[in-house]
C-alpha cells in the first residue's frame, strides 16, 4: 500500500469512501473519483484536491489515472457490476479493492479499535477516537461526520500506534479486520438482502470476535443476542444498565437535556460524569467508549473532560434548529429499532412535545422484511409522515412500497407524502418537534426545512 501512486475512488462521495480518499491527500498521494451527485462531502474533497466527475464515463477519467502500473482503485459495493468505469478497470486488469480490503490493510500497520454494531456503531467509534484524541493521541476512519473534528478521518500528531474504525458488517466487510480491541454494541437482524437469514448475521459477528488478536479485549454489550466465543487470551468486558455488568452507570438525571451519571467501573466509581450529548441510546454509547477508553489507559479526569465536549455526529440527534416553539432534529435512524430509540430519546429530552416524524424508507428489501417493526415503531410518532423509499443500490419489488408499512400502522394521524410535496406539506402544517428520519438522501432537504421553520416562528413572534 505504502506504493500506491494514485488512487481513484468509485462513490467516492460516500462516508467511509471519503475518509479514505481524505486519507490519502493528507498524505500527498493523488486522488480523484466519481459519484452520482455532488455533495458537501464531494466538494469538500474537490477543495482539498481531489478530482471528481459525476457522469459514468471513462472518458472523464483524469488520464494520469489509467496508468494500470500506478493507480490502485477502490470501489464500493454500492456502485452496480455493469458500471462502465468499474468494467473498464476489470477488463484492463486494474489493481481493484473493496473499502473494506483498503482498510483491513491500513489497519494492520495500526493496534486497532473496531466497533461493530447493526446500531450505535457510527457514535460509539467517533465517541471513543474523541476520548482517546484529546488524551493518548489516535487515527480514527469514522463512519460519520464528527462535530468535534468537522470530518469523518482523524490523523494524530501523537499516538500513531492507535486506530479507531467503524467495523462495518454490510457485506461481511468487516471481516478484513484482526483488531486488538474490539467492541460490539448490538447485533439485530439487518441487511438480510445480503445474509439471507438472521442466523447468517449471527454467525458473521461469531467470526469478527474469533479474530480479535491475542492478548486483546472484547467490549461487549451485557445480553447481547449471541453468546461471543473468543480466545482464551481475549478479555471479555461487558457494560450495560445492570450491576452485573464490569462497565454501568447509576445516579443517572438528566439537566438541560443532558445526561449526569456515575460510572461504576471493576476499579471503582467515576462520579460525576455529563455527557454532551442528548439521547437515551448515547448514554449506552458513551458507556460503550467509557469501558474501551478505561482499558486502554485513559485517564479518568480525561475521560470526563472527553465526554462532557463530545458534541456528537452529524445526523445522529442532529438539532437543525431550535427556536422558541419548533425543534428541528435530524437522525440517520433506517431501523425500527433505531427509530423506537430515536423517538423515545426525544420524548425523554423534550417531554410533553408533539413529535412529527418524516420518515424516508431505504432500501425496498428492508421494507419488506420489516414493515410490521417500522409501522409498530412509527406508531410512537404524534404525526408520522413515511415519504417514498429510497432505493439505493436495489431495484424495485413488485408490491413494496411505503403504503406497505403505512396499511400495518394504527396511527390515525399517519400520512404518505411523496418527497416532492413536503416542502408544501410542511409550509401548511404546523410542528412543534420535527424529525427527519432515515439513510437514503432525506438530508439534502435541511436547509429549505429549516428556513421554513424559521419562517414559520418569525410570523408566530410578529402576530
Same mark, same amino acid.
Given at each position: 500500500?505504502?506504493?500506491?501512486?494514485?488512487?481513484?475512488?468509485?462513490?467516492?462521495?460516500?462516508?467511509?469512501?471519503?475518509?479514505?480518499?481524505?486519507?490519502?491527500?493528507?498524505?500527498?498521494?493523488?486522488?480523484?473519483?466519481?459519484?452520482?451527485?455532488?455533495?458537501?462531502?464531494?466538494?469538500?474533497? /474537490?477543495?482539498?484536491?481531489?478530482?471528481?466527475?459525476?457522469?459514468?464515463?471513462?472518458?472523464?477519467? !483524469?488520464?494520469?489515472?489509467?496508468?494500470? /502500473?500506478?493507480?490502485?482503485?477502490?470501489?464500493?459495493?454500492?456502485? !452496480?457490476?455493469?458500471?462502465?468505469?468499474?468494467?473498464?478497470?476489470?477488463?484492463?486488469?486494474?489493481?481493484?479493492?473493496?473499502?473494506?480490503?483498503?482498510?483491513?490493510?491500513?489497519?494492520?500497520?495500526?493496534?486497532?479499535?473496531?466497533?461493530?454494531?447493526?446500531?450505535?456503531?457510527?457514535?460509539?467509534?467517533?465517541?471513543?477516537?474523541?476520548? *482517546?484524541?484529546?488524551?493518548?493521541?489516535?487515527?480514527?476512519?469514522?463512519?460519520?461526520?464528527?462535530?468535534?473534528?468537522?470530518?469523518?478521518?482523524?490523523?494524530?500528531?501523537?499516538?500513531?500506534?492507535?486506530?479507531?474504525?467503524?467495523?462495518?458488517?454490510?457485506?461481511?466487510?468487516?471481516? #478484513? *479486520?484482526?483488531?486488538?480491541?474490539?467492541?460490539? &454494541?448490538?447485533?439485530?437482524?439487518?441487511?438480510?438482502? @445480503?445474509?439471507? &437469514?438472521?442466523?447468517?448475521?449471527?454467525?458473521?459477528?461469531?467470526?469478527?470476535?474469533?479474530? @480479535?488478536?491475542?492478548?486483546?479485549?472484547?467490549?461487549?454489550?451485557?445480553?447481547?443476542?449471541?453468546?461471543? @466465543?473468543?480466545?482464551?487470551?481475549? /478479555?471479555?468486558? #461487558?457494560?450495560?444498565?445492570?450491576?452485573?455488568?464490569?462497565?454501568?452507570?447509576?445516579? @443517572?438525571?438528566?439537566?438541560?437535556?443532558?445526561?449526569?451519571?456515575?460510572?461504576?467501573?471493576?476499579?471503582?466509581?467515576?462520579?460525576?460524569?455529563?455527557?454532551?450529548?442528548?439521547?437515551?441510546?448515547?448514554?449506552?454509547?458513551?458507556?460503550?467508549?467509557?469501558?474501551?477508553?478505561? &482499558? *486502554?489507559?485513559?485517564? #479518568?479526569?480525561?475521560?470526563?473532560?472527553?465526554? /462532557?465536549?463530545?458534541?456528537?455526529?452529524?445526523?445522529?440527534?442532529?438539532?437543525?434548529?431550535?427556536?422558541?416553539?419548533?425543534?428541528?432534529?435530524?437522525?440517520?435512524?433506517?431501523?425500527?429499532?433505531?427509530?423506537?430509540?430515536?423517538?423515545?430519546?426525544?420524548?425523554?429530552?423534550?417531554? =410533553?412535545?408533539?413529535?412529527?416524524?418524516?420518515?424516508?424508507?431505504?432500501?425496498?428489501?428492508?421494507?419488506?422484511?420489516?414493515?410490521?417493526?417500522?409501522?409498530?415503531?412509527?406508531?410512537?410518532?404524534?404525526?408520522?409522515?413515511?415519504?417514498?423509499?429510497?432505493?439505493?443500490?436495489?431495484?424495485?419489488?413488485?408490491?413494496? &412500497?411505503?403504503?406497505?408499512?403505512?396499511?400495518?400502522?394504527?396511527?390515525?394521524?399517519?400520512?404518505?407524502? !411523496?418527497?416532492?410535496?413536503?416542502?408544501?406539506?410542511?409550509?401548511?402544517?404546523?410542528?412543534?418537534?420535527?424529525?427527519?428520519?432515515?439513510?437514503?438522501?432525506?438530508?439534502?432537504?435541511? =436547509?429549505?426545512?429549516?428556513?421554513?421553520?424559521?419562517?414559520?416562528?418569525?410570523?408566530?413572534?410578529?402576530?
Amino acid at each position: 500500500m505504502n506504493a500506491v501512486k494514485r488512487v481513484y475512488l468509485l462513490g467516492i462521495g460516500g462516508i467511509g469512501m471519503s475518509a479514505i480518499a481524505r486519507y490519502y491527500l493528507h498524505y500527498g498521494v493523488p486522488v480523484a473519483g466519481y459519484d452520482r451527485v455532488s455533495s458537501d462531502i464531494t466538494q469538500n474533497l /474537490e477543495a482539498a484536491g481531489a478530482n471528481i466527475h459525476y457522469t459514468d464515463s471513462v472518458g472523464a477519467i !483524469p488520464r494520469a489515472f489509467l496508468n494500470r /502500473e500506478e493507480t490502485l482503485v477502490i470501489y464500493t459495493p454500492a456502485i !452496480p457490476a455493469n458500471h462502465s468505469e468499474l468494467e473498464y478497470f476489470r477488463s484492463n486488469r486494474f489493481v481493484l479493492m473493496k473499502r473494506a480490503q483498503v482498510l483491513g490493510l491500513l489497519s494492520s500497520n495500526y493496534k486497532t479499535l473496531a466497533v461493530a454494531g447493526t446500531h450505535g456503531k457510527t457514535t460509539t467509534s467517533t465517541l471513543l477516537a474523541h476520548l *482517546l484524541a484529546t488524551s493518548m493521541g489516535c487515527d480514527a476512519f469514522l463512519g460519520g461526520i464528527s462535530r468535534n473534528y468537522s470530518s469523518n478521518l482523524i490523523l494524530a500528531d501523537q499516538g500513531k500506534q492507535l486506530l479507531v474504525v467503524e467495523a462495518d458488517e454490510y457485506d461481511r466487510s468487516f471481516l #478484513t *479486520l484482526h483488531p486488538h480491541l474490539a467492541i460490539v &454494541t448490538s447485533v439485530d437482524a439487518d441487511h438480510l438482502d @445480503i445474509y439471507g &437469514t438472521y442466523d447468517a448475521v449471527l454467525n458473521a459477528f461469531q467470526e469478527f470476535v474469533s479474530q @480479535i488478536k491475542p492478548g486483546g479485549y472484547l467490549v461487549v454489550k451485557q445480553n447481547i443476542a449471541f453468546k461471543p @466465543i473468543v480466545g482464551k487470551e481475549t /478479555e471479555v468486558i #461487558t457494560y450495560g444498565f445492570t450491576p452485573d455488568c464490569h462497565y454501568y452507570p447509576t445516579n @443517572i438525571s438528566i439537566h438541560d437535556g443532558l445526561y449526569r451519571f456515575t460510572l461504576v467501573t471493576p476499579q471503582g466509581s467515576i462520579n460525576n460524569l455529563t455527557l454532551g450529548v442528548p439521547g437515551h441510546y448515547n448514554l449506552e454509547n458513551a458507556i460503550a467508549a467509557s469501558a474501551a477508553a478505561l &482499558t *486502554l489507559g485513559v485517564p #479518568t479526569e480525561k475521560l470526563a473532560h472527553g465526554l /462532557e465536549s463530545f458534541r456528537g455526529v452529524q445526523r445522529r440527534f442532529d438539532v437543525r434548529y431550535r427556536g422558541t416553539k419548533i425543534i428541528y432534529i435530524d437522525d440517520y435512524a433506517h431501523h425500527p429499532s433505531e427509530i423506537e430509540a430515536l423517538v423515545r430519546s426525544v420524548r425523554e429530552v423534550f417531554p =410533553n412535545r408533539k413529535i412529527t416524524g418524516i420518515f424516508q424508507p431505504h432500501l425496498y428489501s428492508r421494507t419488506r422484511d420489516f414493515a410490521a417493526e417500522f409501522a409498530a415503531a412509527l406508531d410512537k410518532l404524534d404525526k408520522p409522515i413515511i415519504t417514498e423509499i429510497y432505493p439505493a443500490r436495489e431495484l424495485p419489488i413488485e408490491g413494496v &412500497t411505503s403504503e406497505t408499512i403505512m396499511k400495518l400502522m394504527s396511527n390515525s394521524n399517519a400520512q404518505v407524502v !411523496p418527497k416532492a410535496e413536503l416542502i408544501s406539506w410542511l409550509k401548511c402544517n404546523n410542528v412543534d418537534i420535527l424529525l427527519t428520519i432515515g439513510a437514503g438522501d432525506i438530508d439534502r432537504m435541511i =436547509n429549505e426545512i429549516v428556513n421554513i421553520l424559521e419562517a414559520k416562528e418569525n410570523r408566530a413572534i410578529n402576530e
